[in-house]
C-alpha cells in the first residue's frame, strides 16, 4: 500500500502534527494535495479525505454514534459485550483488540469498564486512533473511558506471539476486513471506502487468529458479517448470531484442554 501523507491545516496545531508524523512515520506535507489520500489535521479533528465523492472518515469516542452507544447502548446485554463474557461476569476481562480499526468495538467495551488494547498496524487507522483518544481524553464525558484504552501501533500476529505470559489477556477480539462482494453494502458505506482503500483488506486472518488462541487465557472471539465466511483453520467452538453480524467464539479451554492459565 502507498504512504498516506498528511497534512496540517491548521497553523496552531503544528506541533502537534509532527508528533503523529513522527510516531506513526507519515510523511508531513506544506500544502494539501490536489488528488488521492491524505489525513489532514484541522482545527478540532484528525480525518482521512480525498477528493471526490467520498466523505472524511475519522475516530470519535467522543459525540455522534459513540455518545449514543455510551448512553443508550444496552449495557452488558449487547451483542458485543456478551461475545466477550461480560454478561454476568463478576470480573472484566483484559481485552485486546487486535484489528482496531477505528475503535468502535474498543470504545464499546472499554465504556463497560474492560481495559482494551488496541492493536493496529496500520499508521493511518492508528494516527486516526490516536486522535480520537487523545480528544476523549480532554472531555470530562469520557476521560475516564479513555483511561481504559490503549494504542498499540503494530502487527498484531507478530505482537501477540511476542506476549509474556503474564501480560497475556483473557480474551482477543479479531475484526478482519474482508473484501466486500456486496454491493449494496458497499453503496451504503461510502462513507468507509477511502477508509478500506487505504486499509487494504486482512489478507492473513489466519496467521492472526493462530496467534490469537496462543495467547488469549479464555477465549478469541471473531466478528463477522452474519453470512461472511470464518476465518480459515480452526473451527469456531460457538457462534453468537444477530441480525447483521455473528460472533465466532473459540474457547480456549476446549481448543487447550492442557493450558494452566
Same mark, same amino acid.
Given at each position: ?78 451483542? @458485543? ?70 494504542? @498499540? ?109
Amino acid at each position: 500500500m502507498p504512504v498516506t501523507p498528511l497534512f496540517c491545516a491548521e497553523n496552531a496545531r503544528l506541533d502537534y502534527a509532527r508528533q503523529l508524523a513522527s510516531r506513526f512515520a507519515l510523511p508531513l506535507l506544506n500544502r494539501r494535495p490536489v488528488e488521492g489520500y491524505w489525513l489532514e489535521l484541522g482545527p478540532q479533528r484528525l480525518e482521512l479525505v480525498t477528493t471526490g465523492k467520498h466523505g472524511a472518515v475519522y475516530a470519535e469516542f467522543v459525540e455522534g454514534a459513540a455518545r449514543h452507544r455510551r448512553e443508550q447502548g444496552g449495557g452488558r446485554g449487547q451483542p @458485543v459485550a456478551k461475545a466477550v463474557g461480560l454478561k454476568g461476569a463478576k470480573a472484566l476481562p483484559d481485552i485486546v483488540d487486535a484489528t482496531a480499526g477505528l475503535g468502535r468495538d474498543s470504545f464499546v467495551l472499554a465504556s463497560l469498564g474492560c481495559r482494551v488494547t488496541m492493536v493496529e498496524r496500520s499508521p493511518v487507522a492508528a494516527a486516526l486512533l490516536c486522535d480520537a483518544l487523545e480528544r476523549a481524553a480532554r472531555h470530562a464525558d469520557t476521560a475516564d473511558i479513555a483511561a481504559r484504552m490503549q494504542l @498499540v501501533h503494530a502487527n498484531s500476529a507478530d505482537w501477540l506471539s511476542q506476549l509474556v505470559a503474564t501480560a497475556r489477556p483473557e480474551v482477543v477480539f479479531v475484526d478482519p476486513m474482508f473484501p466486500d462482494t456486496d454491493k449494496k453494502s458497499a453503496a451504503a458505506k461510502k462513507d468507509m471506502q477511502a477508509f478500506q482503500h487505504v486499509i487494504g483488506d486482512d489478507m492473513d486472518s489466519a496467521r492472526l487468529l493462530e496467534a490469537a488462541i496462543a495467547a488469549a487465557k479464555v477465549r478469541v472471539v471473531v466478528k463477522r458479517p452474519r453470512l461472511g465466511a470464518a476465518i480459515e483453520g480452526v473451527k469456531p467452538s460457538a457462534v453468537l448470531d444477530g441480525k447483521s453480524t455473528r460472533f465466532d467464539l473459540y474457547i480456549i479451554k476446549a481448543l487447550r484442554p492442557d493450558d494452566s492459565l
